[in-house]
Nanobody, 113 residues
Framework: QVQLVESGGGLVQAGGSLRLSCAAS????????MAWYRQAPGKQREWVAG???????NYADSVKGRFTISRDNAKNTVYLQMNSLKPEDTAVYYC???????WGQGTQVTVSS
């Protein structure tokens, strides 16, 4: 059974930074692609960033240049470093194991203006 547990969310002022973590268990982490999504109140869940097992990375245009996705296969963890945060980044952030569609429970990020 694959489990994904996010952490690192919180309340931050605009312009600040947060680093989210997603710890995976029950899978061979180094062989899977991972992604971060977010869902703001009243909006559909949207893809934020993805990283393949080989380390190829892509970002949504809205976060490009501000967010950085990375992975540590030794720690079975994927990260999302978020800099220059804006109020519109406020959302619940989820990690996803893309091949088999496993999701974490989400972590709240709130950016105040």
């Amino acid at each position: 059974q694959v489990q994904l547990v996010e952490s690192g969310g919180g309340l931050v002022q605009a312009g600040g930074s947060l680093r989210l973590s997603c710890a995976a268990s029950g899978t061979i982490f180094g062989l899977i692609a991972m992604a971060w999504y977010r869902q703001a109140p009243g909006k559909q869940r949207e893809w934020v960033a993805g990283i393949t097992r080989g380390g190829s990375i892509n970002y949504a245009d809205s976060v490009k240049g501000r967010f950085t996705i990375s992975r540590d296969n030794a720690k079975n963890t994927v990260y999302l470093q978020m800099n220059s945060l804006k109020p519109e980044d406020t959302a619940v952030y989820y990690c996803r194991e893309t091949a088999r569609d496993y999701w974490g429970q989400g972590t709240q990020v709130t950016v105040s203006s």
